[in-house]
Every structure is written in structure tokens, then in C-alpha cells.
């Protein structure tokens, strides 16, 4: 079973720029397809970027897309968000999970599809 544990986020003025990092532990991260997700005040989770085991396969949400990167480094067991041009609307809870999916060279986007979650990370954009 694999630990996540989120770090890196903070208060931020539109237009900046934040670097979210899942550290993962507990498993072999490479085994796992990895996803961030965002939960806003009286909203729903919902689906920012996925990435497949080896990292080749990204995707994201339009709502993020061009603006956000995620990667990851297997050799540190670690997941990044990269977050520019941030608005405020980007503010929310952000959390990393891991998803054991057959299907190696894809990335999941529903959380129905996650096995493990991070206990998330406050991002903040003030206008």
C-alpha cells in the first residue's frame, strides 16, 4: 500500500507561479498511473492532470491546460505539479493519488479510479 504525502502549497497572487510535490512511499512507485485533483470550497473533487507509469502520457483538465505540467520522477518516488499563470479561481485543496490501472501507458481521470490519496495541500490565489 502507498503513502502520499503533498507538500508546496501556499498563498499566491494571481500570475504566480506554485510547484506542487507528492512524496510517495510504501510501494513501487512506478507500479502506479498518478493523478492531482483539486477540491474548491462547496464544490466537488474534480480532475486537474493525470500521468501514465513511465511519465510519457500527461493529461488535464481545459480549465488547467497550457498553464499547468505534471511530471514525475520515479527514481525519487516523487510526483510534481508545475502551476503558472495562476488565477484565482485555481484556489483549493490539491491532492495526489495513486492508481494501480491496468492499463500502463494511460492515466486515469475519474476518482472512482484511484486506490490512494494524499490528505492534500491548501493552494490560495489572491486577486
Known amino acids: 500500500q502507498v503513502q502520499l504525502v503533498e507538500s508546496g502549497g501556499g498563498l499566491v497572487q494571481a500570475g504566480g507561479s506554485l510547484r506542487l510535490s507528492c512524496a510517495a512511499s510504501?510501494?513501487?512507485?512506478?507500479?502506479?498511473?498518478m493523478g492531482w485533483f483539486r477540491q474548491a470550497p462547496g464544490k466537488e473533487r474534480e480532475f486537474v492532470a493525470g500521468?501514465?507509469?513511465?511519465?510519457?502520457?500527461?493529461g488535464y483538465a481545459d480549465s488547467v491546460k497550457g498553464r499547468f505540467t505534471i511530471s514525475r520522477d520515479n527514481a525519487k518516488n516523487t510526483l510534481y505539479l508545475e502551476m503558472k499563470s495562476l488565477k484565482p479561481e485555481d484556489t483549493a485543496v490539491y491532492y495526489c493519488?495513486?492508481?494501480?490501472?491496468?492499463?500502463?501507458?494511460?492515466?486515469?481521470?475519474?476518482?472512482?479510479?484511484?486506490?490512494?490519496w494524499g490528505q492534500g495541500t491548501q493552494v490560495t490565489v489572491s486577486s
Open positions: 493519488a495513486a492508481d494501480r490501472g491496468p492499463s500502463a501507458g494511460w492515466y486515469a481521470r475519474t476518482i472512482e479510479e484511484y486506490d490512494y
Open positions: 510504501g510501494g513501487t512507485f512506478s507500479n502506479y498511473r
Open positions: 500521468i501514465s507509469r513511465s511519465g510519457v502520457t500527461t
